[in-house]
Structures are given as C-alpha cells and as structure tokens.
C-alpha cells in the first residue's frame, strides 16, 4: 500500500534552494573503507573519492544524489604493481611498466627505487610523454566503467623531496627540472580528460609552499586539493597552521574560487577534533564562492561529522576582512564566522547576539590561537519553506492516517500540524485525512497538503 501511494505523491518545492557557498567532500580510499559506513555520504558530501573497484558505492551514492560528484583516485608520479583482478590505486601499473623501462625513474646508482613511506610504489618518469599516455589511456578506459565524474590525481607535485632524495634524481636534479615534468604532465592529461566531460583534480603537494609554481598549472585542471588545509598531523596537540603559513591556506582557496575551479580542502586530526574541524570548516566558509568543499579525516576511510556543517548561514554578505587582533571575520544572513588564526588569545565582539560552536547566546567571546567559529543569529527568525503534496490514494473505506514521504535538500524538520520530525534528507510523516478529504480521494481528487519545513 506504501508503494501505491508513493507513486502517486509529487513534490513540488514552493521556492527552489539557493546553492551553499561551500560543502563538503569525503575521501574513502583505504582499504578498510569498503567496510565502511556509507549510508548518510550521499546527503551531505558533494564531493567523494572513491578507488576505482567501488563502483557499487558510486551507484548507490549516485541513485540517492544523481547531484554528486564522485571521483576516481589515481596516483600520477608513482606505480604500483596489480592484484589478480587488475586493481590498483595508479595511472600506471608496474606491469605496464615492465616492457618500458624507461618509465622507471633512477637514482644516481641507475636502480630503480620507492617512494619513502611507501616501499610499493615506484617513482615514475612523469615527464615521459609515452609514459603520459599511457596513464592517460588506462584511466579514460576505468572512468567509462561506470558513472564517474572525474579522477582525484594525486601525487601531482612540484618537488620530489618528501618522496625522495632530490640530489639523487639526476634526470631532475632539482625542484625545478621536477616542475617542468609535472606540468608537462597535467597540460597533457587535464585538458583531455577535461574534453571528456570529466573533472580533474590534482591533490598538489606542499601547495602553500609551492604557489607560484603550482599556479601557471590550475588552467590545464578542474581544481585542486589541499590536502593539509589549516591542520596536519593526527594529534589535536599540534599541526595547526597560523599567521603566515595559514594566510597562505586562504589565498590559495581565494584563488581558486576567483578562477571558478572546485576546491577539496582536507584538515587531518583525530576523529573527534572539533575544534580543528571548526578551525577549517570556518577558514572554508571565509573565502567560498560555491566551489569549495571541506572534511576533517583521521585516516581516509571514516566520516566526521559536526554540528557546525548543518548550520543554515544564509548567503554571504560580502567578503572576509580582518578585524583586530589578527582574526579573520565574514558576515551571512543567519551568521557569522570569524576565524583566529594568530598564536594568541584574541576577545572579539560579534555585534549582534549569535550562538554556536559551543557558545550559548552571547555578543563576545575570547578566542583562544588557532580556532574558528561558526555562529548563527540569535535574533534573525526561523526560515521557512513549504511544499505542496499532491496526495492520490486508493481502495480506502474509511477516513485514516496515510503515510507520505517528503524530500528536502539539508538538514530541516518537517512540520505537519503539531507534529515535528528532524530528518537529513527525506521524511516520512503522517496525513490525518478528514471525511470530506477522504470523500474528494474516493472521488479520485488528489488532495493537497501543505507541508512547512523549518530551517
């Protein structure tokens, strides 16, 4: 009987949804994530990265949000070695290699030689250009395996030095003969995998540190990854980035949003870390424009989730500025986000009343170093948002409860009458229909019920 009135309901939203300036993104390459926990992703990331045997996940991600984005990962400057059934996290395999050996890189002593914390993957010629199309031919043929998006490349990067020792590399003696390789390399790759309809994003290495470099190669790709945005390390003790070093993470996002191109920003902490979660979902929300994503990963295989992702901001109103004391401030139409990314405590004044990020109803705070907060306005009214439900229902004797389902975009509760339901994505809530709606249904009427859903 569900399925019967489920078919006959159509949702028609009363006014369409405005595009968030930011999301966020889930990396799920680990070995262990295809155990994982998949089940809430297709509701709250816009972006996921997925090895290239999880096509199942990308199905059902894709039948719950047909809007997501998902990426294949694929390693450029490094080769791994198969398994029986062909799969492997790189553009090229070292099978493939075997018959090139010229696509090997070698150290000063001519041996071939591994990348150092990952004794099965093998340093490659990147600059090679039968090497180029050789990667470039294998992932074309696994992108058309399923519905990909796009491929996440990483090991896209503008020095050898924290996979090798960059004097012993005498084909690239140095960082720049390696960034001659490497952008050789995205301006073969990007643009044709680009023409294919597909999103190409490098995760480039030590972006912060190497932007001007990096910068001349954003117009062969699709975006970019950061993947040490505003924090590394494992620890919440340490590896949070400020001053100059955490200026350097905002401009490289303010660059990217003002070319239109996607940005994925990962922070690495303990699972729990929410403090360095607001520390880089705030600095996210400072500069997006509406092609950023964020996360905070321990390891590449579980979720994080905090309560500062479900705040309803509003839009923005206006750019970031900064304010004094160091901290970094941007204003919504239901909040605010201020970002401290100096060494010191730092007492700021909202100029309004806001609460949040820990924080009952207040005007001020003190800003302990390195943190962010996402606030909403204590002031500004509730927004809502109502659907017309065009209910059809059969084969009914009497007047009764039925059953309806309801979608909605983001966190929201459905409100029916008195009755109040959270929900993420998709609510089911109960219709008491009155004699004469029951009556109008027998007659083969569809009735409509107003449904509002409170931000």
């Known amino acids: 009987m569900l399925v019967s009135l489920l078919a ?8 369409a949804s405005a595009r968030p300036v930011a999301g966020h993104v889930r990396v799920a390459i680990d070995g262990a994530a295809y155990y994982a926990d998949f089940s809430k ?19 059902r991600m894709k039948a719950a949000n047909p809007g997501i984005k998902v990426l294949m990962y694929r390693n450029l400057s490094g080769m791994s070695r198969a398994d029986r059934w062909g799969n492997t996290g790189t553009g090229v395999t070292v ?4 018959a090139h ?34 990667w470039l031919a294998n ?19 503008p020095t050898l030095f924290y996979s090798y020792y960059v004097d012993r590399v005498p084909k690239y003696p140095n960082d720049a003969a390696y960034q001659v390789a490497t952008g050789s390399a995205l301006a073969y790759i990007g643009p044709r995998l680009r023409a294919q309809g597909k999103l190409v994003i490098p995760n480039f290495g030590s972006w912060r540190d190497y932007r001007d470099a990096i910068t001349p190669w954003l117009k062969y790709v699709s975006g970019g990854m950061e993947e040490h945005f505003t ?5 919440p003790a340490g590896g949070h980035l400020t001053d100059g070093d955490w200026d350097d993470n905002l401009a490289t996002l303010k660059q990217v949003q003002a070319m239109g191109k996607l940005f994925l920003g990962i922070s690495h902490s303990s699972l729990g870390d929410r403090a360095a979660a607001r520390y880089g979902w705030a600095t996210t929300l400072l500069a997006a424009e509406g092609d950023a994503t964020f996360a905070l990963h321990d390891d590449y295989t579980r979720e994080a989730w905090f309560p500062e992702y479900n ?19 941007r204003a919504f139409a239901r909040g605010l986000v201020l970002v401290n990314p100096t ?6 004044r909202f100029g309004g009343r806001y609460r949040g990020s820990g924080l009952g109803t207040s005007t001020r705070t003190v800003m302990r170093p390195h943190t962010g907060l996402v606030l909403l306005s204590a002031s500004a009214k509730r927004a809502r948002r109502s659907l017309r439900v065009r209910v059809a229902c059969r084969g009914m004797s009497r007047p009764c409860r039925r059953v309806i389902t309801v979608a909605l975009r983001g966190g929201r509760r459905v409100v029916v009458g008195r009755r109040k339901v959270a929900v993420r994505r998709t609510a089911r809530v109960q219709v008491r229909l009155s004699a004469k709606g029951h009556k109008a249904l027998k007659r083969g009427r569809a009735l409509r019920v107003s449904v509002r859903a409170r931000r």
């Not at 705040?311 to 401030?329: F, N, Q, T």
């Open 95 to 98: 099978q493939d290699a075997e």
């Open 343 to 348: 060494k010191a405590s730092v007492p700021v």
């Open 41 to 59: 992703t297709a509701g709250r990331a816009q972006v996921v990265v997925l090895q290239a045997w999880q096509t199942d996940k990308l199905r």
């Open 231 to 235: 924090k590394f390390g494992d620890s």
């Open 101 to 134: 050996p010229e696509w090997f890189l070698r150290n000063t002593s001519g041996d071939r030689f591994t990348f150092r914390s990952y004794n099965y993957v093998w340093a490659a010629d990147i600059g090679n250009r039968d090497f180029q199309e050789k």
């Open 8 to 15: 006959a309901c159509v949702f028609l939203p009363a006014t």
């Open 311 to 329: 705040y309803d901001l509003g839009d923005p109103r206006g750019k970031e500025s900064e304010i004094a004391g160091g901290v970094h401030r």
């Open 139 to 157: 992932v074309t043929a696994r992108l058309k395996t399923a519905d990909w998006d796009g491929v996440l490349v990483d090991d896209a990067n």
